[in-house]
């Protein structure tokens, strides 16, 4: 079983200030996916990375890609209280089969 | 489009139980995976039905299953219950053409069924 490691489990932190959240894993995926989970909803899909070395921006979250497409980063610049939530990293392992991290719960304090 | 829906959204049954999960996905998916969210394990992979046929599975026990109907309506059930099987399930929904080492299609998922075994 390809198991994704997420750190830090739980981050509470200042608005304004950066963030990085890791996903690491020994595995190689073909591509490796970020989801948000709010209370009471399922996951919503942030971004896919697919290449090597990949970088991808969505306003103040920028993802990355591990060369060797085993891990995965999400930095947050300047975070605000709406970015709080559960961030989950999904590895593909094809055929609509993802494995997750255990997730990082985000709390931005005011 | 309405997005994936899952009922009943809570459910509280006691041990030896059995329970049964239902699913519509976004029009147009053929596609309909299950995944088991609990607090110390996290998301877990089920199952996933396309065009009615099981084509993926995860590590769970036989107690555990699930079917899907020609309108891709999804159903898990689960029999037996056990304590341990206390958890938010959800169901996500594809178009489902991803094979193994082409990738997957975008996976869009409900907001779950919470069931509590008591």
């Known amino acids: ?110 | 489009k309405a997005g994936v829906t899952q009922t009943p959204r809570y459910l509280i049954k006691t041990r030896g139980q059995q329970v049964t999960l239902s699913c519509s996905p976004i029009s147009g998916h053929r596609s309909v995976s299950w995944y088991q969210q609990t607090p110390g394990q996290g998301l877990q992979f089920l199952f996933e039905y396309f065009s009615e046929t099981q084509r993926n599975k995860g590590n769970f026990p036989g107690r555990f299953s699930g079917r899907q109907f020609s309108n891709s309506r999804s159903e898990m059930n689960v029999s037996t219950l056990e304590l341990g099987d206390s958890a938010l399930y959800l169901c996500a929904s594809s178009l489902g053409f991803g094979l193994v080492g082409e990738g997957t299609d975008t996976q869009y998922f409900g907001p779950g069924t919470r069931l509590t075994v008591l």
């Open chain 1, 1 to 110: 079983t390809q198991l994704l490691e997420q750190s830090p489990q739980f981050l509470s932190i200042q608005e304004g200030e950066n963030l990085t959240v890791y996903c690491n894993s020994s595995s190689v995926f073909s591509s490796l996916q970020w989801y948000r989970q709010e209370p009471g909803e399922g996951p919503v899909l942030l971004v896919t990375v697919v290449t090597g070395g990949e970088v991808k921006k969505l306003k103040r979250l920028t993802f990355q890609f591990g060369d060797a497409r085993k891990d995965s980063s999400l930095h947050i610049t300047a975070a605000q209280p709406g970015d709080t939530g559960l961030y989950l990293c999904a590895g593909d392992q094809g055929a609509q089969k993802l494995v997750f991290g255990q997730g990082t719960r985000l709390t931005i304090n005011p």
